[in-house]
Antibody, heavy 120, light 107 residues
Framework: EVQLVQSGAEVKKPGESLKISCKGS????????IGWVRQMPGKGLEWMGI????????RYSPSFQGQVTISADKSISTAYLQWSSLKASDTAIYYC?????????????WGQGILVTVSS | EIVLTQSPATLSLSPGERATLSCRAS??????LAWYQQKPGQAPRLLIY???NRATGIPARFSGSGSGTDFTLTISSLEPEDFAVYYC?????????FGPGTKVDIK
């Protein structure tokens, strides 16, 4: 069974750094792109970026380029999303998702989401 | 960057009715057009990929169509569990974008 299990909820202060994780299982992790999606409170879905764990090829949304870093460690089947200096506006739910279908153009499996709260 | 527009923003229907949701792209997209369903407190679920292919386990009442800049998700007969928010999403030149969503609520 394909699963993406994300790390737990985080509460941080502005200016702090953070790295959240997404562990894949039940499939060949290096061979499928993993994307990250933000959902701010009460809002829609925003694509942040995507990584191919096999060679760490990474693409970013222009809106998030330079704001976050996406990485992966294929040896432990885990992808990461990190911030060096959080802002209150980073408060959101962050999902990882496998891009496994359509080219890949579609996210067929999703993690459960991580609520990140940034507040002083 | 391709912008997706979804209409209507809200669709109020009764169980058993047909739902027709629209997704329009600011420029022609390849076949990489997908539809997702999201219920409160849950992660999105893939319904349709490549504009018209149902994902594994998705009931036949969900269908997708369209090409170029105009795409449609149709739910042939709404079940109680179908009331949710629906998003379209495209991939072009390795940039993915989501539409703003259509909320299907109970009339």
């Amino acid at each position: 069974e394909v699963q993406l299990v994300q790390s737990g909820a985080e509460v941080k202060k502005p200016g702090e750094s953070l790295k959240i994780s997404c562990k894949g299982s039940g499939y060949s992790f290096p061979n499928y792109w993993i994307g990250w999606v933000r959902q701010m409170p009460g809002k829609g879905l925003e694509w942040m970026g995507i990584i191919y764990p096999g060679d760490s090829d990474t693409r970013y949304s222009p809106s998030f380029q330079g704001q976050v870093t996406i990485s992966a460690d294929k040896s432990i089947s885990t992808a990461y999303l990190q911030w060096s200096s959080l802002k209150a506006s980073d408060t959101a739910i962050y999902y990882c998702a496998r891009a496994g279908l359509g080219g890949p153009g579609a996210f067929d499996y999703w993690g459960q989401g991580i609520l990140v709260t940034v507040s002083s | 960057e391709i912008v997706l527009t979804q209409s209507p923003a809200t669709l109020s229907l009764s169980p058993g009715e047909r739902a027709t949701l629209s997704c329009r792209a600011s420029q022609s997209v390849s076949s990489y057009l997908a539809w997702y369903q999201q219920k409160p407190g849950q992660a999105p679920r893939l319904l349709i990929y490549d504009a018209s292919n149902r994902a594994t386990g998705i009931p036949a009442r969900f269908s997708g169509s369209g090409s170029g800049t105009d795409f449609t998700l149709t739910i042939s007969s709404l079940e109680p569990e179908d009331f949710a928010v629906y998003y379209c999403q495209q991939r072009s030149n390795w940039i993915f974008t989501f539409g703003p969503g259509t909320k299907v609520d109970i009339k």
